[in-house]
């Protein structure tokens, strides 16, 4: 049988009404040709988090990162303003530099040309006898970039929406229940290497429903009565209040942050504060493969020394619930290699609780409006 790759075949089954829709169609999370269409037609041209704006406060600071496959550079120049470019050298294509750090020009480490922090080519060696080569109209290839709720995103489509516009309300929802945002510091970081697809991933973040079955003491951790999920242009909220009976998964007694509030930006960046001292998480999911997703858990916190109530807490996220979830997204992506899975049904809560799928609606709706802007084939 010859495999359709049409956005049509997709989307079949899907309602406007997640209460009378099925999922995404099991090829969106198994087919090479999806993934390529995820990494063009998505990851390509959506804002795409980098870092806290702590790691490029000061003239000279950069970070590299890789977006959709490609290699970029972001850095706040001599001026302060805050650039980014394909990390790319104009002569042979080398990388300029990669982590993160301070520089006062950017110099390929292949041939030593050089450019300063606007981009511009300023040296080039034994290049005064070329015929027609002009120094001063070489420049690095830019990027957009912004600053968004304390942090730094990139977008690699030229003529994307800014993000301040296109997340309408979500700046303002960040700093109103998180409001020291901007102050907090990196303390930790976390790795993973998941065997699943990354909208498998996305799925199973955006709904709750799973939570009491799979998530004995996360249940425990949060009122569940309260847990609500809202969603709205490119991303949707998560909200509940902290539990109020001692609970299993890390202690909050001394607890200032008493709510669990949760941000997911489309399509990949999900922002969590978590009961407890003043903390930001920041988790980023990097398709790697039509099985193969990357994720990096970023614990920002009132200090870069977690204190034991936060060791308590990265332990729980590291061993036990991390654990729990990624078994299960292992488990989806296996089961919809089988001849025996091809579609799911929503399961719809219209008055908006944790336990409805309505989010993982949300976010196929998006899916399919960015397969739709080319050709899906």
């Not at 990265?314 to 899975?341: C, H, K, N, W």
Request: glycine share 8%; hydrophobic share 40%.
């Amino acid at each position: 049988m010859i495999e359709s790759t049409t956005v049509p075949s997709i989307e079949s089954g899907r309602h406007p009404d997640p209460g009378r829709s099925l999922s995404l169609h099991a090829d969106a999370y198994t087919l090479d040709h999806w993934f390529e269409v995820d990494q063009r037609r998505i990851m390509a041209r959506t804002w795409q988090w980098i870092c806290h704006g702590e790691k490029l406060r000061d003239p000279g600071m950069f970070v590299a990162e890789t977006v959709a496959g490609m290699p970029i550079l972001v850095l706040r120049d001599a001026d302060g303003h805050l650039r980014a470019f394909y990390n790319v050298c104009k002569h042979r294509a080398h990388e300029l530099v990669a982590g993160e750090g301070r520089l006062r020009n950017l110099v390929c480490p292949y041939h030593a040309w050089t450019y300063d922090l606007t981009g511009r080519l300023t040296a080039a060696r034994h290049t005064r006898h070329l015929v027609d080569f002009d120094i001063g109209a070489i420049c690095l290839d830019e990027v957009s970039v912004t600053e968004f709720a304390g942090f730094v995103f990139v977008n690699l489509d030229p003529g994307a929406e800014p993000l301040t516009e296109a997340s309408g309300g979500l700046a303002g929802e960040i700093v109103e229940w998180a409001p020291d945002v901007a102050d907090l510091t990196f303390a930790h970081r976390l790795n993973y290497t998941i065997r699943s697809n990354w909208k498998n991933v996305v799925d199973n973040f955006l709904e709750c429903y799973h939570c009491h079955v799979a998530h004995r003491d996360f249940v425990s951790l949060v009122d569940m009565d309260t847990y609500t999920v809202t969603t709205h242009g490119i991303y949707s909220s998560h909200m509940a209040e902290a539990g109020k009976a001692v609970n299993s998964a890390y202690d909050v007694s001394a607890a200032t942050v008493t709510d669990h509030a949760v941000w997911w930006l489309w399509p990949n960046t999900c922002l969590m504060r978590y009961p407890g001292r003043g903390n930001l998480i920041v988790l980023k999911i990097i398709p790697a493969g039509p099985d193969l997703t990357y994720e990096t858990y970023d614990f920002f916190l009132e200090t870069a020394d977690p204190n034991e109530a936060e060791q308590e807490a990265i332990r729980y996220l590291d061993d036990v619930l991390q654990v729990e979830d990624i078994a299960l997204v292992e488990s989806v992506q296996r089961g919809m290699r089988t001849p025996a899975f091809t579609q799911g049904r929503i399961v719809n809560d219209p008055s908006g609780s944790g336990l409805s799928e309505h989010a993982v609606h949300h976010f196929h709706g998006l899916v399919l409006d960015a397969y739709r802007q080319g050709d899906g084939r």
